[in-house]
T-cell receptor, first 115, second 111 residues
């Protein structure tokens, strides 16, 4: 157990629908990062939050949004889902806000299948 | 999106052979981290390199940061089946790269 909790582990939904992925960071970590990993592909950075504030944006589609709550858990909202959104979505956390001087701790991921 | 190239993309080795993956950047890096992702698993932090020319070892794994801090390598001596997975580098600079990962090298070890 890495200490980063992601729910749900699996999600199957239809095109056009909206889903919410949840992440609880490791205790003490203030930063949360969201990554998308398509089948046998690399890790694409989506967005980062630090202590409730959006800190950095990557290749996040306009149909996707995220937020970090006062208790530091984060949610990634994916709407108007398309078949191509099927992927593994990872959440990672760290203590620092930028120029990470220690590693990211990843959760086990949410596997999203859009049918 | 922005990516850092790792070579090779795939590597199949016989158990006991050595393995090396390289991570190359066009810009000078502040530091670089390495991660391992087992099949069906999540990336796990292995190590961070900060200094020019730095070399760190973890048992059979040797990590190196280039003198110009533009490239890095991970070398595994005498691979074992437990080494199977994808190895990612994660370079950091204050400008060009932020929170990105390399394209990864998938290692398969044949027993």
């Amino acid at each position: 157990d890495s200490g980063v909790t992601q729910t749900p582990k699996h999600l199957i939904t239809a095109t056009g629908q909206r889903v919410t992925l949840r992440c609880s960071p490791r205790s003490g970590d203030l930063s949360v990062y969201w990554y998308q990993q398509s089948l046998d592909q690399g890790l694409q950075f989506l967005i980062q939050y630090y202590n409730g504030e959006e800190r950095a944006k990557g290749n996040i589609l306009e149909r996707f949004s995220a937020q970090q709550f006062p208790d530091l858990h984060s949610e990634l909202n994916l709407s108007s889902l398309e078949l191509g959104d099927s992927a593994l979505y990872f959440c990672a956390s760290s203590v620092e806000g930028s120029l990470i001087s220690s590693g990211y701790t990843f959760g086990s991921g949410t596997r999203l299948t859009v049918v | 999106g922005q990516q850092v190239m790792q070579i090779p993309q795939y590597q199949h080795v016989q158990e006991g052979e050595d393995f090396t993956t390289y991570c190359n950047s066009s810009t000078t890096l502040s530091n670089i981290q390495w991660y391992k992702q087992r099949p069906g698993g999540h990336p796990v932090f292995l190590i961070q390199l900060v200094k020019s020319g730095e070399v760190k070892k973890q048992k059979r794994l040797t990590f190196q940061f280039g003198e110009a801090k533009k490239n890095s390598s991970l070398h595994i001596t005498a691979t074992q089946t437990t080494d199977v997975g994808t190895y990612f580098c994660a370079p950091t600079t204050s400008g060009t790269y932020k929170y990105i990962f390399g394209t990864g090298t998938r290692l398969k070890v044949l027993a």
